[in-house]
């Protein structure tokens, strides 16, 4: 991934050298904020769940990374808290600050795939933190993160409900520049079969589907303005039922 994709996924408003002079002035008796607590806390990174530092000192779990992320050495040691001030400014705060978001994001990509990251994302979900899906016959059941895509720079993140089986952009604007790779395609899918007890039932009706009507009226599927493909939101049990009805 060259620089000019990465420099477009944005950098925080306020840079680092505020951020240090912030923690700073802070009590004595209290430690300066880390890293990753701070770009977890920032508006629009709800999603985000802090990573364990040892897990990000594993060489392995890193591995293929280096090749993804400029200054990539300076951007680990950034995230874990050990750069040098004079580094930072000889390369410079915004370009090793997008560095520093981006491997992170890719790292978060991984760990919630770990049993200690998904458990994590299930205390998130399992309280609606992630927000609920928008399809009204879903009856505000829970929804994921995910992403369209593993490489970074594509798509940014969506929101999966397991009810529907659909995604769907966050309703919010402050998601639009997180990108859907820091969570990606495995995740969502992975969540499930590792707690099934927290797959959703079947809300609603077998088959409820919204069927648009003009004074009562349905609206034929050969029209223009009719529904389609409709048959997405069925499941097996579904057409079966809708089989033995007609027979």
């Known amino acids: 991934?060259?620089?000019?994709?990465?420099?477009?996924?944005?950098?925080?408003?306020?840079?680092?050298?505020?951020?240090?002079?912030?923690?700073?002035?802070?009590?004595?008796?209290?430690?300066?904020?880390?890293?990753?607590?701070?770009?977890?806390?920032?508006?629009?990174?709800?999603?985000?769940?802090?990573?364990?530092?040892?897990?990000?000192?594993?060489?392995?779990?890193?591995?293929?990374?280096?090749?993804?992320?400029?200054?990539?050495?300076?951007?680990?040691?950034?995230?874990?808290?050990?750069?040098?001030?004079?580094?930072?400014?000889?390369?410079?705060?915004?370009?090793?600050?997008?560095?520093?978001?981006?491997?992170?994001?890719?790292?978060?990509?991984?760990?919630?795939?770990?049993?200690?990251?998904?458990?994590?994302?299930?205390?998130?979900?399992?309280?609606?933190?992630?927000g609920c899906c928008p399809r009204v016959y879903c009856n505000y059941i829970h929804t994921l993160p995910c992403g369209r895509s593993d490489i970074v720079g594509l798509e940014p993140v969506m929101l999966f409900c397991p009810n529907c089986l659909d995604i769907y952009t966050p309703s919010s604007s402050r998601y639009r520049n997180v990108d859907g790779a820091f969570f990606g395609t495995t995740f969502a899918h992975l969540f499930f079969q590792t707690y099934p007890e927290l797959r959703p039932k079947r809300t609603g009706p077998s088959g409820k589907v919204y069927e648009p009507r003009i004074y009562g009226f349905k609206i034929s599927e050969y029209s223009t303005m009719g529904p389609r493909m409709q048959w997405l939101r069925l499941f097996l049990s579904d057409t079966e039922s809708s089989e033995r009805d007609s027979s």
């Open 1 to 130: 991934m060259n620089m000019a994709s990465i420099t477009q996924l944005g950098s925080r408003s306020s840079n680092l050298m505020e951020t240090s002079e912030r923690d700073s002035s802070s009590s004595s008796s209290s430690e300066p904020m880390s890293w990753i607590t701070w770009f977890c806390s920032r508006a629009g990174h709800e999603f985000f769940v802090e990573i364990k530092p040892e897990f990000i000192e594993d060489p392995f779990n890193l591995t293929g990374l280096s090749m993804a992320v400029p200054f990539y050495r300076e951007a680990l040691e950034l995230i874990l808290d050990r750069l040098p001030t004079e580094t930072l400014e000889h390369i410079g705060v915004e370009v090793l600050e997008t560095s520093a978001q981006v491997l992170y994001g890719l790292i978060h990509q991984r760990f919630i795939l770990t049993r200690t990251g998904l458990h994590m994302m299930a205390e998130k979900y399992t309280v609606g933190h992630f």
